[in-house]
Structures are given as C-alpha cells and as structure tokens.
C-alpha cells in the first residue's frame, strides 16, 4: 500500500434497477460533439452571405426586425414580417425570407429557428442555382413546422441562394425567424458536457481514465511556474489528502504536466486568446496542459477541475477515485475582462469572505474583481489622513459596519492576483456620497452653496465647496493608486440625479485628470462618459439609462466614439434582482433572462428597446467584456451574496468567456449547470437550488481516524448531494465494515427555502462507533430513496497521520525524533532511528541499513525492504505487512526482534531473512503467512501469538509461544 491509498477507495453509486455513478448523468443524454472540428459550417454566417425579405416590420428602431438578425446566430432577435399591413395590400401567405451565399456551395441541411405563433402552417423550400437567383426550385414542402424546424435538403450542387417561401399561415402577427442556418453537412450536435463556461472545442477521448493518485505530481516546464502549481495543488490537496508536490522534469502518467509551449488551434493575432488560451489532454497516460501564458495554464486546470468528480472542491478529505475521462479541449476567452462586482459598501464581506469569492469566480475563469468600496452607506478603505473614514459610518437597516485597512487591500489584491484576476477598485463619486461627505464635514464643507442633497459633493466649478472636495479625491485616488497594481480605478458616476448636468461633466473631466495623473485608465458609470476627454482612454462602463424619470440621455454618439465599453445590463445581469420567489429587487431576473441577452444585443431597460438598434451601440468592435453585480442594500454577509450570485453567475461568465455560437441553446445551459450544482454544494457555497435545473447527485465518504480507543465518535462518514429532491425523502443505512449489525442514521441537511435565500446543502451521514482493534476499515453509507441506493464507502483508519514525509532518495543517517515520518516510495541509504514518542510508516520505501526503534508509537512497514536487521524496542504498535490495515508484505533481509511492545504486534505474509525473535510484548500478537529464513522464537508474549489460521515457514525451529505457528 503507497501513503494515500486508504484515500483512494472506490466511490460507487449504486441505482436499485440500473448502475450509476455517484456523479449521476444528468436524464438528457450528454453530447461532447465538436461543431468547430466538424466539416459541417454554416454558411450563412460567412462574410459576404445576404439575409434579405419581402417585407419587414418597420416598427421603430426598424433595425430590431431587420433579416440580418436572423443570421447572426443570437437566437433572441430576429426579422419580423411586416404584418401591420395585412389587409392593405400585403399577403403574408406570400411572404419570403432568404439568404444569398457568399458563394454557390452545396447545402445539407437547412434550419429555421420560429417564434410560435408567428409562422406559417405552410410554406416551401426552395433553392436558387442561378447568379441573380431569379429561378426557383422546391427542394421541401413544410406543413407545421415546429418551433425548432429542420429540413435535410442535401444538395451537392453547388447553391446560391435558400429561400423560404410562405404559403398559409394562422398568424395574425405576421412571421419572426430568429435563426436561419445553412449548414454544409448534418447540423453538429448541441454541445453540453460538464465544463462551464462551454469550451470552444471539446474532443471526447478513448481509453481509460485517467486517475490523480497519492503518487500525482504538478509537473511545470519552467520554475517560474512554481507559485502557480502550489496554487493549483492547493485546489486538490484538501479533498484529495494527496501532497501533490510542484516539481521540474519528466511527468509520469499520473501527473499533471503544465507547460508553457505555442498551442495549435488558437486564433492567430488574437492578444485574448494569446494571453489566456491553453490545451487540455486527458488520458490514461496523464494530464497535459499547454499554454503561451501562466493565465492559460491556470485556466486549463480550472477544466480539470470540473472534469473530476463534483467532491474535489470539497474542504475536506475524502475517499477516490478520483478520475477524469479521457478528452482534449482547446479553448480561449472571449472577451478580456468577465467581472464580478461586489457591493462591501453596503453589504460587508470580510477579508476571508471576499477570498471566497475570489476562489469561486476563479472556478468559473472570471478574472477582475470590482469592488465597491464607496457609497452612501459607508466607505470601507483606510484613507490616510482622513481618520473619520473608519467604516463605522452605515447607514440602513442591518447595514454591517467593517473597514479595509490598506493592508487588507493589498493582501486581497495579492490574492486575487495569484489566482490571475484583477482587483478594479471603485471609490463612488459625485453622488452615492453620503458617507464620505458626512464624514469630511458634510454639506457645510462639502456641499455646493444652497445645495439640499446629502448625497453628493459640490459640482460647480464656481464654487469654493468643489475644490474643497476635488482636494480630498486627490488624496483619496492618490492613495488608492499607489496600492492597487490594476491598471483601472473606477469612479462611479452614477444616478447623479437633479445635478445641472455640465457641472456633472465638468466634474468628471475633473476626475478623469487625478486617476490618468495617478497612471491609471478611469472608468464611470454611464453617463460618466460624457465628461471625458475627447480621445481619452476612459472605459465606458455601460448598464442602463436610468435618469430618475427624466429625459433620456442615452444617444448614439455614447457608441461612436471608438471607446471601450464594459457591457452591464441591468435587464439581464443585475444579480440583486430577485428569482425563483427569492427577495430582491423586481422584476425578477430568472435563470432564462439572465442567460437570454448577448453583449452585442442588450435591452435598454428604462426605453424599452434594444440598445444596438436604437442607438448603434455598444458596438461588437468596442466591447471588451461583461461583468455583473451584485448590489449589498438588500445582502447580508456572505450567504446571501452567494445564494443571489450563484447559480447565475455561471451563465454570464459564459456569455464572456465562450463563443457567441456555443451560449445560445438555453437547454444545453442548464445541462451544464446540473453538473456544476454539485461543485458549488461539496465547496460548501449556499446557491440556489432552483427547480428550472435538474440537479446532479455526487457523493464522497470520507477518511477518518480512529482515537485512542478505536472509537470514532460523532463523525461524519459520508456526504452527498440531493439533486432536485428533499432531503428529508432520503434514509441512510451504515455499515461499519468489522462485520457488526448495520444500522439506521439520521441525515443533517437543509432544503432549499427560496424566501429565505437557503440553498439546498450536502446530506451528512454521521455516526460513533468502537471498532474491535486498529486496524483499516471500509465501511458504507447507504443512501436510499423510492427504488433508488447510492452506496458511499468511508474509510476509518488505525493508521496514524504524517507530519513529514520523505519520498525520493534521502542520503545519510535518518532520525525520528517526534512526530510521525512517512517514507513514500523512497530510498535512506543509512540507517534509520525512531526515538520514544515517534513515528515511522513506511510504504513502498527501501532502507538501506539498519532499523533501530526504541519506545516508537507506531512502526509500520508496509510494502517495504530493510537491509539491515531491524531490532523493535518498546513502544507502541507495530507492523510488518498487515492485510487488515491494507499494508503490503514487508522483506526483512536481516534479523527481525520486537520486544516489549504494549499494543497491536503484526507481521503478515512478509520475508524475513534473518532469525525472527518476539519478546515480552503485552497486546495482541499476529505471526502469520511469513517466510523466515531462520529461527522463530517467542517468549514472555501475553497474550501468546497467533497465526490467524496462516501458518508460517521457516528453515529453523520453532520454539517457545511460536512452535506451533
């Protein structure tokens, strides 16, 4: 047995009728097909390819309903016909919608994606070969299409032109087509799997799986990789109990090799895809990621991680195996920057709490944290020379008090960066101010002459007030710039309501000049832009046009800029909005709409209208990415953010990270997201378990060790998700594993309860137990519900825990003084001393001298060769080979003495080279199935060894207690 191995035990699910693991598939059957490898291509979506129609809804913005739409693969636009003239010399039943290639091609497939009711209960399909595309052929009839509507025309000829022809409807609105696709061959397969966001390829293996074992290793190609793969293993080492050491050089088929290498497939001339993009190979002969960049490999892991079973994001150790399926990704992001923003301003998370955070959004490859650390409420970061600034200032009800020294600052900044994401900080300026302008003296210092609001610093560039207060920020960006390595710091900018609107410009100008005289880009809050510096490098920070009721101020020349937009949509990415009953802001946002929306296609809210037809923007070209917040006035600490934040999250990081074409298919979604349910669960993160997604079961048992009295009392034995079930329609049965009776147990969980913002938590199985000796015992939990038994193994160890372990070649003497050492598949080329009160458990290792123990707590060789005698004194318990305790035969290639031990003596199936000698030892003694090369002899022993029914051989005599052994 290697150290480790008790944690390798097989975790089964079991069903009543059917097998399945414990990581239960979801009911949908998985595909894992490859659309960018396949030969099959859309050729509608080809440069140079024309959607055009007889009609049109002109509706203004008209560009909402334009055929385009239908061929940009968004599936929540679309051209509309214009029904409005029905009855005044329009027909729909003679309508058409049609797409002219880019060149004549041969076509397979044609798909139609419909708005039900508007479409015909009859119309054909037709092809052009001719140029101009004047001469039509019916290649289908079609009466009443679905929804979801495909026709298998394969055409080798090459075409020109696909049109759908309109013949009867029962609409009264006319037609929408939200997609139109040409596909070259079989339109590919939609793309599920367990990995989100959704990768831009994923090719499925063949072969065995491949296993993280005790013996795994991070392999990086470069030491500079170090710091990384010590993050990374820090990932895995606590569900795993594996040491996953960082190491150089050669992998072995059970490493994860991270190298920094060119990776074939990334799009050329893409600085995103450079920076952050990687490849993934999962086999049976180990883990191999590549990538240009650190960022890329540390991504790629984060795939692995989801490969694994759901009960490695666990805290804590549990039993294996923990395998991956065979299968090889290559992927990058789309957009640059795939944010989350945390609202401590009004909601209070702590140093530990944002960490949190930060590990949660890393799982999903988000990498900037904007932290909004000002608002009316309370400012939450240490301003030296501005003591009133304490954090104490909160306002509203429950409101948290707490403070960020610069310290912490920059311990979370530290962090994050670890982890690749970039903390962009946010001090809240000129209005959602109450807190700061209160504590620096309030409207009588900082407030504009006349001014009524409390909210707000002083504007007018007139008055004195404003450079009383422009000094502060000074201070304050100054400050923050100097411990903040992002190359961003955020003003806010906001819903300055009321305020005369070229004094709010003049003031973000203001603002503009200290951030880019501190280094940094600034970025506002629309409509913040309009205060910038024509030219600028200022981000415009987009979420809605929301003006308190008053004019829009919303227009194209916000977009025509050529300036960066971070896109926020407060229709669909808000997470404070309320779902599924919870509290929150309304309307609700559900899991549809926060995933049915696009960066380049957004609702503008407060106009009812769609942003990119009614004003140009914010143009493809100028988005550089997504982020979604998570506003504090109705969060308290960290459970309610996480319940708020996840499952939604998951969907939006996907919209920036994933290709438009992949984030569509709202099904596939939830597929994906039934896999990452358990993920969240075992990281003990509180998220919605809501009824839209059918949730996956995973389970774990977990490694224990028995006290001193080999008892186990009170401990957890198993851990598994509900699913989408109750917990309390679940039962659990225990079975120790020593042959005593099973016995019932009670389940610790909580259920979902959405008006409280509680998810539904891991099921607990927990139990006391004496064990008859100390040895290694495999018990299960068996969870039932109706027909259905998930059988979870745990393990409860007698082995004792490491405090140092050695693997590898150790030159020289070795002395255990305290503690116990482990020697893992290593070599000691001297001889080895174990002192009274120590340890030694070696697996797997050679010691190449002597073994001298005296007084030792435990000696267990398990799988292991000493080439000296071994002469055991006093002391505790040991073993020589022991199959109970899963401890391989040892070889002994001198003599072997044990004398005076007060617990457990074993020497089982192993070779011992020299006389073997048993004195005075006062527990239990096993002598069996070994080969001696010389005389056994016991005396003094109380009890007098046994041979457990396996005699042994020796070419001495056997005397004393041991003669009939």
Not at 731 to 760: L, M
Request: negative net charge; contains cysteine.
């Amino acid at each position: 047995m290697t150290i480790g191995a008790l944690l390798a035990t097989s975790l089964s699910g079991v069903l009543a009728n059917s097998a399945a693991n414990a990581d239960t598939a979801p009911a949908v059957p998985v595909s894992l097909t490859d659309p960018a490898a396949s030969d099959s291509v859309n050729l509608a979506l080809l440069p140079g390819a024309v959607a055009s129609a007889k009609s049109q809804r002109m509706t203004a913005p008209a560009a909402t309903y334009a055929p385009a739409n239908a061929t940009d693969v968004f599936v929540h636009n679309g051209w509309t016909s214009n029904y409005a003239s029905v009855g005044n010399g329009y027909d729909p039943t003679q309508d058409w919608f049609q797409v002219k290639l880019a060149q004549p091609a041969p076509v397979h497939e044609v798909f139609t994606l419909w708005t039900s009711p508007a479409k015909p209960t009859e119309y054909d399909l037709q092809v052009a070969t001719d140029a101009d595309c004047q001469t039509w052929s019916t290649v289908a009839h079609v009466v009443n299409p679905s929804d979801k509507d495909s026709q298998v025309i394969d055409r080798t000829d090459p075409i020109s032109c696909v049109r759908m022809q309109a013949l009867a409807t029962n609409s009264t609105v006319g037609y929408t087509i939200n997609e139109f696709e040409l596909w070259s061959g079989p339109k590919p397969a939609t793309v599920t799997g367990q990995i989100i966001p959704v990768p831009v390829r994923q090719t499925p293996g063949t072969g065995q799986p491949w296993q993280l074992t005790a013996r795994s290793r991070i392999v990086v190609s470069d030491s500079g990789l170090a710091a990384t793969g010590e993050v990374l293993a820090g990932y895995l080492r606590p569900a795993t109990g594996y040491e996953l050491p960082v190491v150089t050089g050669s992998a072995t088929a059970a490493d994860i090799a991270l190298s920094l290498a060119p990776v074939p497939g990334l799009p050329q001339g893409n600085e995103v895809a450079a920076a952050e993009g990687y490849s993934l190979t999962v086999s049976s002969a180990g883990v191999k990621i590549l990538a240009p960049k650190a960022h890329g490999l540390f991504d790629g892991f984060q795939t692995l991680r989801q490969l694994l079973p759901a009960a490695s994001y666990s805290p804590s150790a549990g039993v294996g195996p923990w395998t991956a399926q065979p299968i090889t990704v290559v992927d990058y992001p789309r957009y640059e920057h795939r944010g989350l923003q945390l609202d401590p301003a009004r909601n209070f998370l702590t140093v530990a709490e944002i960490k949190s955070m930060i590990d949660q959004l890393a799982a999903l490859k988000g990498d900037r944290l904007h932290l909004h650390l000002s608002d009316s409420q309370s400012w939450r970061l240490e301003i030296k020379g501005y003591p009133a600034l304490d954090g104490t200032g909160c306002n509203g009800a429950n409101c948290l008090a707490g403070f960020y020294t610069q310290e912490d600052f920059k311990g979370l900044v530290a962090y994050a960066a670890d982890r690749f994401i970039e903390i962009v900080p946010e001090l809240e300026g000129p209005a959602h101010a109450t807190a700061a302008v209160t504590a620096l003296g309030g409207r009588a210092v900082m407030g504009c002459q006349g001014q009524t609001q409390t909210d707000r610093f002083c504007t007018n560039p007139n008055d004195p007030a404003s450079a009383r207060a422009l000094a502060f920020w000074k201070d304050a960006i100054a400050q923050l710039a100097a411990i903040s390595p992002a190359s961003i710091i955020h003003i806010g900018g906001d819903e300055a309501i009321g305020m005369p609107h070229e004094d709010y410009k003049w003031w973000i100008g203001q603002m503009e000049k200290i951030v880019n005289d501190n280094g940094k880009r600034m970025m506002g809050w629309n409509p913040a832009l309009e205060g910038y510096a024509p030219g600028s490098t200022s981000i415009n920070h987009y979420w809605s046009d929301y003006t308190g009721g008053g004019p829009a101020l919303i227009k194209p020349e916000w977009f025509n800029q050529g300036r960066d937009v971070i896109t926020t949509p407060e229709w669909n990415a808000y997470l404070d909005f309320a779902y599924d009953g919870s509290p929150g802001r309304t309307p609700a946002t559900e899991l549809l709409k926060s995933y049915s929306w696009d960066p380049e296609w957004v609702y503008e809210k407060y106009r009812s209208v769609w942003a990119q037809p009614a004003y140009g923007g914010p143009k493809a070209e100028d988005i550089i990415g997504i982020e979604a917040p998570i506003w504090g006035e109705q969060m308290r600490g960290l459970a309610t953010n996480e319940y708020m934040v996840f499952p939604r999250l998951a969907g939006i990081l996907e919209k920036a990270w994933s290709p438009k074409v992949l984030t569509q298919d709202y099904d596939a979604y939830r597929q994906r997201l039934s896999a990452a349910g358990p993920r969240w669960a075992f990281a003990n993160v509180n998220f919605g378990t809501i009824s839209q997604v059918t949730w996956n079961t995973a389970a774990m048992g977990t490694f224990t060790r028995l006290g001193a009295d080999k008892t186990l009392s009170n401990v957890t034995l198993a851990r598994m998700t509900a699913g989408s079930v109750p917990p309390g329609q679940f039962t659990a049965v225990i079975d120790w594993g020593d042959g005593s009776a099973a016995e019932p147990a009670g389940i610790a969980a909580r259920d979902y309860v959405a008006g409280q913002r509680q998810g539904r938590s891991l099921m607990a199985v927990s139990g006391s137990h004496t064990y008859p000796t100390d040895e290694v015992y495999h018990g299960t939990v068996t969870y039932s519900r109706q027909d259905q038994t998930w059988v979870v193994p745990f393990t409860a160890s007698g082995v004792p825990a490491c405090t140092k372990t050695i693997t590898g070649s150790h030159s020289g003497p070795l002395t255990v003084s305290s503690g116990v050492t482990c020697l893992d598949d290593a070599t000691v080329t001297g001889p080895v001393t174990v002192r009274t009160g120590a340890g030694l458990y070696a697996s797997g290792s050679e010691v190449r001298g002597p073994l001298t123990t005296s007084g030792a707590v435990d000696v267990l060789l398990c799988g292991t060769t000493v080439s000296g005698p071994a002469t055991l004194t006093g002391g505790a318990r040991v073993w020589v080979g022991d199959h109970k305790g899963d401890c391989a035969a040892a070889t002994i290639k001198g003599p072997l003495t044990v004398t005076g031990t007060t617990r457990q003596v074993t020497i089982d199936g192993s070779t011992v080279g020299g006389p073997l000698v048993l004195q005075n030892n006062t527990a239990a003694t096993i002598v069996s199935g070994n080969h001696i090369g010389g005389p056994l002899s016991c005396s003094g022993n109380s009890p007098a060894p046994t041979d457990a029914g396996q005699p042994n051989t020796a070419s001495g005599p056997k005397s004393g207690q041991c003669a009939g052994l």
